[in-house]
Structures are given as structure tokens and as C-alpha cells.
């Protein structure tokens, strides 16, 4: 009953409710990004949703557009300005996803949605994490934010999917509202700290076939 339609009808209220009351400070802050990052302010990306349905993810822009003298952009870490930063750890370039999660593509609590390239990496037990909504936050995340290890992460976005419910949700949601007040293990850069998934499993398959 709450899986299936309580927790989607509280999805709707919150979200609905979270573009109002914060309705002055998405203007805000998209003026912001506009004037110190240029457009488009909403930066877009394709991510596998619910039965691994491709969805487009919006949050506000964190890094600029430079290039190097061959047209290329420059590495993540030189076009992230201070900026930028600030709204990543305070979790306000996450604000456009209220909109994904209004429209049914995301949950407020949910395995976080990770890069479609993935797909094909994860093992048959964390492909369950593909049987909810994925979430604005999520257990991963208040077990440790970006800093948590792929595995354990993973790990921590099928127990969520396990012991799915109204008190897990809540726990989630109050945990991710301290988190973010708090400022403990804020990772700006995931993949600099963690590597890419596609990489580590597939270095870990060769080792174990003997390429390696």
C-alpha cells in the first residue's frame, strides 16, 4: 500500500509543496547562475529511472563552459568555480529535480540516479535499485554522501529497495536535511574520489577472467 500509492502521493505533495515555499529562492539562485555561469542555467542529462526507463535529470548548472585552444571543454575541476561549489554542498543545484520528482520521474527518497553508462555494469542483486523511483536522496547518501565506496553504495540502494516504508523513508529524509545543514562528507567531485564505475568493474572483470 505505501510503496504503491501513499509513498507517490506524498511524492506529489512535497514536491508540489517544495517548488512553492521555494519558489524565491530557485529564482534566485537561477539569476545567480545565469549572471556567474552563463546559460543554459538548467543543465540536463539522461538518467535510468524506474524499470530502467531513461529520463532527463534537471538541476542547475554548477560549472562554466571553457574550452581549451581545440574546442574541447576543460577538466570538471577547472571549470567548477567557488560558485559552483557552494551550490553542490548545499545541495541548491538540486532544486530543479522537484519538477522530476512532480512529474513521476524521481521519489524524494530513492536509490540516487546514476549515469546511464552504468547499465550494463551493475550485478543481477543491484539491479533491484531499478525497481523503485530513484530518489533526490537516498540511504547511500546519508550513509556517508559522496565519500561511500561503489559497492557499499550499491549495497546501501538495495537495502533501501529490502526495507522500503514510511519509517525508512522519514529516517532518510530527516538524516539528508541534517546532513546537508551539517556539511559532514560533501564529495564536490564524485569521480575523483570514487572512479568511474564502468572502470573499476571493468578492470575488476579482467582480473578475474586473468587479462589483467
Request: net charge positive.
Amino acid at each position: 500500500m505505501y510503496r504503491k500509492i501513499v509513498k507517490r502521493l506524498l511524492d506529489i505533495l512535497l514536491s508540489l509543496t517544495g517548488l512553492i515555499v521555494l519558489s524565491p529562492v530557485i529564482l534566485v539562485v537561477a539569476i545567480l547562475v545565469r549572471t556567474k555561469l552563463g546559460s543554459p542555467v538548467i543543465f540536463k542529462q539522461k538518467r535510468p529511472g524506474y524499470k530502467e526507463k531513461i529520463f532527463t535529470l534537471r538541476k542547475f548548472r554548477t560549472m562554466t563552459d571553457e574550452r581549451d585552444e581545440n574546442g574541447e571543454l576543460l577538466p570538471d575541476s577547472v571549470r567548477l568555480t567557488k560558485f559552483g561549489n557552494f551550490l553542490r554542498k548545499s545541495s541548491l543545484d538540486e532544486l530543479p529535480e522537484l519538477w522530476n520528482i512532480l512529474k513521476g520521474d524521481m521519489s524524494v527518497v530513492g536509490p540516487r540516479p546514476l549515469l546511464v553508462s552504468y547499465l550494463p555494469y551493475y550485478t543481477k542483486r543491484e539491479q533491484l535499485r531499478h525497481t523503485v523511483r530513484p530518489g533526490l536522496t537516498g540511504l547511500a547518501q546519508v550513509s556517508g554522501r559522496n565519500y561511500i565506496a561503489w559497492d557499499d553504495r550499491l549495497e546501501k540502494d538495495v537495502e533501501y529497495v529490502e526495507n522500503i516504508g514510511f519509517l525508512m523513508d522519514l529516517k532518510v529524509f530527516f538524516w539528508t536535511i541534517k546532513a546537508v545543514f551539517v556539511k559532514d562528507d560533501v564529495a564536490v567531485d564524485t569521480d575523483a574520489i570514487e572512479g568511474n564505475l564502468a572502470e573499476i568493474r571493468a578492470a575488476k572483470n579482467e582480473e578475474l577472467n586473468g587479462t589483467v
